[in-house]
Each structure stands twice: as C-alpha cells, then as structure tokens.
C-alpha cells in the first residue's frame, strides 16, 4: 500500500493536463486499477480478523486519499489552463423583433368604425353563418325569388347558410333593439364567385341602419358623403343611380369615381366607377320582419364595400392579395403606432 500511494504521488507530480489526470484515477481506482488490485490479490483467509479489519481500514484510507489527491489535481490543471474566450459576443448586434402590422382591411374597418361612433352609430357583429331567414327571407327575398341568384353562395346543413351580405343583421339588428337606432355591422361575407381582380370569394361589407321618425333619402345621402370624404380626407365624386335590392325601396347604387384612374377606366373599375355603396330606403316588409310599424318609422339601409373601400384608399389593384396571406404585402400598410 505505502507503495502504491508513493507511486500516486509521484503520478499526480507529473500530470500537467486534466486527461493525464483521468488516466492515472483509471490506473489506480478504475476496475482494474492497482489500488482495486490490492484488495483483490490479497488472501483473506490466511489473515487474522485483526488483521483482515486494520488492512481494511488502511485500504479505505488508502482510497480516500487517492480520490482526494485526484480531485485536487484535476482543480489544479484546471487553474492552470489557459482561460476559454467568452462563447457569447456581448458585443454583437441582436436579432431585432419583427413588429406585426394590421391588414388594410382591418385598418379600414377600424377607421370606419371610428367615424361612424362619433357620428353615435353602435358596432355589431353578427354571425358569419346565418339563417336563411335573416339572410333572405327577412330581407325580402323568398325562395323562389330571383335575387337569390345574384347571391348564389355555401350552403350548409339545416337552412343555414355561409351570408352573402352584412345585410343580414337588418332584421336581428331590429328585433333586438327595434326603434330608433342607429347601428353599423361590419364583417366578412362569403359567394359563390368567379375570383378575378375585382371579384372575390370571401370579403369584407360593413353595413349600416338608421330607423327613426322622419328618415329621408336626403338622410341618407348626407350620411354618405360625410363618411366618404371622412375615410379619404379629401372630396371625393360620387353618382348615385337607382339599384335593386328587394330589402330596399327606391333602392340605390352609390358609385365613387375611381381614385385609381381618376375615373379614366382601369383594370380595377373599368368604365372608372366603383360600386361602393348600394343603399335605399328600408322596405316596408323589412321594418315589418323587425317588428317595426312602417307607418310609425323609416329608415335607411347601405352596405358599404369594405373590402373595396380598402382597395380604393391604399391603392391596391388586385383584390387577390388581400386573402394572400403574403407578409410582403400586408407589411407596406403598417401604421405608426
Ligand atoms: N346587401 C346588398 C349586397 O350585398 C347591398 C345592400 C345593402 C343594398 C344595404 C341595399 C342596402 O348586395
């Protein structure tokens, strides 16, 4: 034993790297290390039991302190090695966060509905899928009617229906709060569509009510044109022409002049006009399904072409990279927060 503890010694003397160190705690307690070896060449049975418990006691020594003289000098390499450089470079520029931006649809609808609350008008929101009956048949248009056709859309089970328009929350809109009110309901509408640059499968209307004694087309048209050259912050030339809507009577179509082409016909608009906003006075029947007596209050319907609207004040001309999803376009409408 005195042998081999001179002979450790003489081995950690010597070792100048943390590797030899393991070697040597290998060579000396690893399985078939000369320390391990001791107990393992020895005879037991020719020993007395004095014997057998004091070498016990001084291989346990023995072993104690080799593991104590090896950890020291494996702390003592260490110590001595040359220092790591730092791994992280405090001194790099980060990883700047991407900031995420609202969709131009968003921020249209948004700044509708900023300006139609100052005017006192409530947002609602109703369902995207809609009974037949709020989107058609409370709106005047029968099963058999032809305007379904103009409106051909998803189907689903059980009469209800992916809506075609905002329209839709006229009625649930007046049976809820019934007269007067003033409301907004802006939101994602769904047809059966051909997509084409101006046509779309899935976009934006926000819709609107006024019910109250003495409601008038020229109510109507003073509500318009205040919105319109609030939303463009400049004037803007609007047409209106008669429309059809069963829900409406006289119905309207309120055109803006293309602020694209400034009304020379383009890709966009063709023949330099957009179709904005169709409007017109609430039908009868319509104030009837609300549970509104027509003799006692009218009102005025529009449904704003969000989605157009959005095209028309950031200048896009295609409706297609609206529903894209590509960030490299819905980056270049980031506000300034
Ligand atoms: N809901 C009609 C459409 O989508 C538009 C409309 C709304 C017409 C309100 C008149 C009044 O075509």
């Given at each position: 034993m005195e042998k081999v503890r001179k002979q450790l010694e003489q081995d950690l003397a010597g070792a100048t790297s943390a590797e030899a160190v393991e070697q040597i705690r290998v060579n000396y307690?690893?399985?078939?290390g000369s320390i391990t070896n001791l107990a393992k060449a020895t005879?037991?049975?020719?020993?007395t039991a004095d014997e057998k418990k004091s070498f016990g006691q001084k291989l346990n020594e023995l072993k104690s302190f080799a593991t104590q003289a090896i950890a020291a000098a494996v702390e003592k390499c260490q110590a001595a090695a040359p220092k790591r450089t730092a791994?992280?470079?405090?001194?790099a520029p980060g990883l700047a966060h991407r900031l995420g931006s609202l969709h131009p649809i968003t921020m249209t609808q948004m700044e509708l509905e900023d300006i139609f609350q100052g005017m006192g008008f409530s947002v609602l929101y109703g369902p995207e899928i809609e009974s037949e009956y709020f989107c058609f048949e409370a709106l005047n248009?029968?099963?058999?009617?032809?305007?379904r056709d103009m409106q051909d859309t998803f189907w689903l089970k059980n009469?209800?229906?992916?809506?075609?328009?905002?329209?839709?929350?006229q009625v649930r809109t007046l049976q809820r709060f019934g007269a007067p009110v003033k409301a907004i309901f802006p939101g994602r509408c769904f047809r059966y569509e051909a997509v084409d640059p101006s046509h779309e499968n899935t976009f934006y209307q926000c819709e609107g009510v006024v019910v109250d004694r003495g409601i008038s087309v020229a109510n109507l048209i003073a509500v318009m044109k205040t919105i319109l050259s609030e939303v463009f912050r400049r004037d803007v030339t609007v047409r209106l022409r008669p429309g059809f809507f069963p829900?409406?009577?006289p119905g309207f179509e309120l055109d803006l002049?293309?602020?694209?082409c400034g009304g020379k016909?383009?890709?966009?608009?063709g023949d330099g006009w957009i179709e904005l906003i169709p409007c017109g006075l609430i039908h009868p029947e319509v104030l009837r399904h609300g549970g509104i007596d027509p003799k006692e209050y009218s009102g005025f319907a529009f449904g704003i072409g969000l989605t157009r609207l959005a095209m028309m004040k950031y200048g896009?001309?295609?409706?297609?990279?609206?529903?894209?999803?590509?960030l490299r376009f819905n980056e270049q409408f980031s506000p300034v927060f």
């Open positions: 307690l690893g399985r078939k005879d037991f049975s020719k020993l791994s992280i470079d405090l001194t248009i029968p099963d058999d009617h032809p305007a009469h209800l229906v992916m809506r075609t328009h905002t329209s839709a929350n829900f409406v009577e002049q293309c602020l694209l016909g383009c890709p966009t608009c896009i001309r295609d409706i297609r990279f609206l529903n894209s999803g590509d």
